[in-house]
């Protein structure tokens, strides 16, 4: 019943209960704080439909009781692949109640993305939309069913009209809600990942809730807090740091925006008097270029979030005086650790770094390529353990192994320098991964895409630098020498198998051989410093 993870030590686990960071409640409360108060408040939006915090509450337990009743019960998982709708906080409500923990894909993600979730979790059900091309018909359900015998149920929803999610959701469904253990895992995050298989990281009801209490409190959300949600819903930024759930600590509201382009937010903003919102660069650099000769009053922004890849200090400084409002950096990771600029740092902090941990049990340790600290200041590779920092991805012992030393100290994979005031300035990347404007993608498994073609012989993707995503990817490909491959012939074949279109290389090119290290590894340092 119980699904597996790895815990924190004990003694850890005491402090961060002593602290009183760790409450002992579910997510679930997060919910059910809101209808004593605060229940005719609205909850959540997006353009055209709402919901309050009572119909939230009503909706996610008929559907808790719907799933119950197809078999679903605690200790299964499922998967959810919902656009940014309502639909998709009553989903990941009603399992939360269930105890069924969910991995919530982006709606971008293809078949291959989601063959491998079922892979890793074994799911009992999913609940997906027919606005996604993948289930417009029956064809991709019926080879899930086929392949993935645990799987009973694909629940659909359909954008408009009826479906079986809105009975599941709008009809009454008795249930029991079983207790649910604040210790044991809620749900699970995606990891942007760097290996050729995609990583799920298990979230427990006390870690994750202690990091958007924290977030919520940093960023002083209220019940007048109205937050733009326009980045993808299930990713951990504008879930929790401090997110949608943040703001449903705090009893805002929450305004659903179908994709961060200008043409879509900024007549939201207006008419909801938009207070907060979170970005990656490239969507604040689009609003920054649109902002001057819109029409929409966007006087209501108080505050931008700013993460998921590196903001230049030229496009931060544009920040307040185009859109007069207040820049946060965010340097966050699904796996845990978030850092933010604060409110009342100096300028040149909220600037030029990317903030400081959430935490004051947060762990940071910076260290050289042989795990040693580096001097206070130097640059190194970022290592962190914490109240809400992971401790091992779900079901994979091996790559355990080399994410973590030997003191639970997680390795991200960036390199960072922390300021003597606690802040980190992000420097690079030490993992095998491209960051294409906050979207990130591990060069191993398109890598592995691609070895499966049978004219090609080697394959390395590496990043290289664009204007407006900070990244791009391309791939050198080495082939059959009497064969003539083509770019369009790579990306007709990548797409065929059914991947992420951000995943698709950017760029092809066509190489006799890779460069190689002294100790015989393909050179990828050399590979992007040809893009110098
Ligand atoms: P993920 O593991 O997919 O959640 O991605 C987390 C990674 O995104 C971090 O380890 C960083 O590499 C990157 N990242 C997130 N926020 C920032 C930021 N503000 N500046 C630079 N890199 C960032
Ligand atoms: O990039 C990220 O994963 C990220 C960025 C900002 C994140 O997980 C977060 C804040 O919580």
Request: net charge negative; glycine share 8%; with cysteine.
């Amino acid at each position: 019943m119980r699904i597996e993870y790895t815990p924190w030590p004990a003694e850890l686990a005491e402090q961060y209960r002593a602290k009183g960071y760790w409450q002992d409640k579910p997510l679930t409360s997060i919910l059910s704080e809101q209808l004593n108060t605060n229940s005719q408040g609205i909850a959540v939006a997006d353009g055209q439909r709402q919901l309050s915090y009572a119909e939230l509450n009503t909706y996610s337990d008929n559907l808790a009781g719907y799933l119950n009743q197809q078999g679903l019960q605690q200790g299964d998982t499922a998967i959810v692949q919902l656009p940014n709708c309502l639909e998709f906080y009553i989903t990941y409500f009603a399992l939360l109640k269930l105890g069924v923990a969910p991995v919530c894909a982006l709606f971008n993600h293809q078949r291959t993305e989601l063959q491998s979730y079922c892979e890793i979790l074994q799911p009992k059900a999913m609940i997906v939309s027919s606005a996604h091309a993948l289930f417009t018909d029956e064809q991709f359900t019926q080879a899930l069913f086929n392949r993935f015998g645990c799987l009973n149920n694909i629940i659909i929803d359909h954008s408009k009209g009826n479906s079986e999610l809105k009975q599941g959701y709008l009809n009454k469904h008795a249930f029991t809600a079983p207790d649910l253990n604040p210790e044991e895992v809620a749900f699970f995050q995606l990891s942007g990942g760097s290996t050729g298989t995609p990583k799920l990281i298990p979230r427990t009801h006390n870690d994750y809730l202690y990091s958007v209490v924290a977030s919520k409190d940093i960023c002083e959300l209220d019940g007048d807090t109205r937050y733009l949600c326009a980045l993808p819903a299930p990713h951990n930024f504008p879930l929790s740091s401090p997110g949608a759930l943040g703001v449903f600590i705090a009893g805002g509201t929450v305004i659903l925006a179908s994709d961060p382009s200008p043409a879509v937010c900024f007549g939201l903003i207006e008419h909801y008097a938009i207070t907060h919102t979170a970005l990656v660069p490239p969507a604040l650099q689009l609003w920054l270029q649109h902002a001057p000769a819109s029409q929409h009053d966007l006087n209501s922004l108080q505050v931008i979030q700013v993460g998921g890849a590196k903001l230049s200090r030229s496009v931060a400084e544009q920040v307040t005086p185009v859109l007069g409002c207040q820049l946060q950096q965010v340097f966050g990771m699904a796996e845990g650790l978030v850092n933010y600029t604060r409110y009342n740092d100096d300028p040149e902090l909220i600037l030029t770094t990317q903030g400081r941990p959430i935490s004051e049990l947060d762990e940071i340790k910076i260290v050289d390529e042989h795990g040693q600290e580096v001097a206070q200041g130097e640059s190194g590779r970022l290592m962190t353990r914490g109240p809400y920092t992971f401790r091992g991805y779900y079901k994979s012992p091996t790559h355990n192994a080399s994410a973590f030393d030997d003191a639970g100290f997680y390795s991200s994979g960036d390199i960072v320098k922390q300021l003597p005031s606690g802040h980190l300035v992000v420097e690079g990347r030490d993992k095998d991964q491209i960051n294409r404007g906050g979207e990130k993608i591990a060069a191993e498994e398109v890598e592995n895409h691609l070895l499966g073609h049978e004219h090609i012989q080697q394959v390395a993707i590496v990043s290289m630098p664009d204007d407006t995503l900070g990244e791009k990817s391309c791939a050198f490909v080495v082939a059959d020498q009497d064969i003539k491959l083509t770019t369009l012939i790579l990306r007709k074949y990548l797409r065929q198998l059914g991947i992420a279109d951000y995943k698709v290389p950017d760029k092809f090119k066509f190489v006799t051989q890779l460069p190689l290290t002294a100790v015989g590894k393909v050179d990828k340092k050399a590979l992007r410093a040809t893009f110098e």
